[in-house]
């Protein structure tokens, strides 16, 4: 072996008696902490997010240190691609159009916005409503169901209204799914004060913080997972919720919670 790598003998024997150098030691207590910060992220979080948990522990090592030694050591965010159904446009009020365009936010319950998604449990599709406030991206109130219906929307709506009662004049905004533009939604809207706004046709990026919220919350706790029973998704869904809200790092909001971000501009 010696002779195929072009090395001494004696310097070979050399080099395992030295072990290893105080930065391989090094490397190896920040995988440590690494991976302690990673199980308490529910194995979410990457390198960025990783290093703003690690600096606020007093740790002085760089992103880049801490993202070679998580790629050493196989420490991955869980990611997913997510297939979009886009909802039917035949059926849409021709009058709905996007209020919360280019609107400057200064604190919470002036836009919230939402969305529906498809889970899968045990071979069947169930229904997620969600209602996000834009300003601090915290999930205000959500709703799993068997049915993507006007019935299901409303439950979440309800339950965020019911939880931040916000004043009149807020803006719900939504893409231009029937179970937002049916006419029981509208009149419950127009019955608390909110304003209605709608994506611009064929503009599905004009609701983007709840389709990334979407994403990471199928990445984090719905992907590479089976659920077999409605039980099963509920109470994973119902851990899910806080964590997002008071413990997930944000990188939109300078690496911390919606919670967080809430106190600390309220």
Same mark, same amino acid.
């Given at each position: 072996?010696?002779?195929?790598?072009?090395?001494?003998?004696?310097?070979?024997?050399?080099?395992?008696? $030295?072990?290893?150098?105080?930065?391989?030691?090094? /490397?190896?207590?920040?995988?440590?902490?690494? +991976?302690?910060?990673?199980?308490?992220?529910?194995? %979410?979080?990457?390198? &960025?997010?990783?290093?703003?948990?690690? $600096?606020?522990? !007093?740790?002085?090592?760089? @992103?880049?240190?801490?993202?070679?030694?998580?790629?050493?050591?196989?420490?991955?965010?869980?990611?997913?691609?997510?297939? #979009?159904?886009? &909802?039917?446009?035949?059926?849409?009020?021709?009058?709905?159009?996007? @209020?919360?365009?280019?609107? @400057?936010? /200064?604190?919470?319950?002036?836009?919230?916005?939402?969305?529906? %998604?498809?889970?899968?449990?045990? !071979?069947?599709?169930? #229904?997620?409503?969600?209602?996000? *406030?834009?300003?601090?991206?915290?999930?205000?109130?959500?709703?799993?169901?068997?049915?993507?219906?006007?019935?299901?929307?409303? $439950?979440?709506?309800? +339950?965020?209204?019911?939880?931040?009662? =916000?004043?009149?004049?807020?803006?719900?905004?939504?893409?231009?799914?029937?179970? #937002?533009?049916? !006419?029981?939604?509208?009149?419950?809207?127009?019955?608390?004060?909110?304003?209605?706004?709608?994506?611009? =046709?064929?503009?599905?990026? *004009? /609701?983007?913080?709840? @389709?990334?919220?979407?994403?990471?919350?199928?990445?984090?706790?719905?992907?590479?997972?089976?659920?077999?029973? *409605?039980?099963?998704?509920?109470?994973?869904?119902?851990?899910?919720? =806080?964590?997002?809200?008071?413990?997930?790092?944000?990188?939109?909001? /300078?690496?911390?919670? &919606?919670?967080?971000?809430?106190?600390?501009?309220?």
């Amino acid at each position: 072996m010696c002779r195929l790598y072009g090395v001494t003998r004696a310097g070979y024997y050399a080099w395992r008696a $030295r072990g290893d150098g105080a930065r391989a030691n090094e /490397n190896a207590d920040l995988a440590e902490r690494i +991976r302690a910060v990673h199980r308490r992220s529910r194995h %979410t979080y990457g390198s &960025p997010r990783v290093y703003q948990a690690l $600096r606020r522990q !007093g740790c002085g090592a760089g @992103e880049n240190r801490i993202a070679r030694v998580m790629r050493k050591h196989g420490i991955k965010a869980r990611v997913a691609t997510i297939r #979009y159904t886009n &909802p039917t446009l035949k059926r849409f009020f021709a009058g709905a159009s996007n @209020e919360q365009l280019g609107m @400057e936010l /200064n604190g919470p319950d002036q836009v919230w916005v939402g969305d529906i %998604t498809y889970l899968k449990v045990g !071979g069947i599709y169930r #229904y997620l409503a969600v209602v996000m *406030d834009k300003y601090s991206r915290r999930i205000v109130g959500w709703a799993y169901g068997h049915r993507k219906d006007v019935v299901l929307t409303l $439950r979440a709506l309800n +339950r965020a209204v019911r939880y931040r009662k =916000p004043a009149r004049g807020l803006i719900f905004h939504t893409d231009r799914g029937i179970e #937002y533009a049916a !006419g029981a939604f509208k009149a419950r809207l127009t019955e608390l004060g909110i304003t209605q706004s709608m994506n611009r =046709p064929g503009k599905v990026t *004009d /609701n983007a913080y709840i @389709e990334s919220f979407f994403h990471s919350m199928k990445s984090e706790m719905y992907h590479g997972l089976r659920f077999d029973e *409605d039980r099963q998704i509920k109470t994973a869904l119902r851990d899910y919720m =806080p964590f997002y809200n008071r413990g997930r790092l944000h990188s939109s909001l /300078n690496y911390v919670s &919606p919670a967080t971000y809430e106190k600390l501009l309220a």
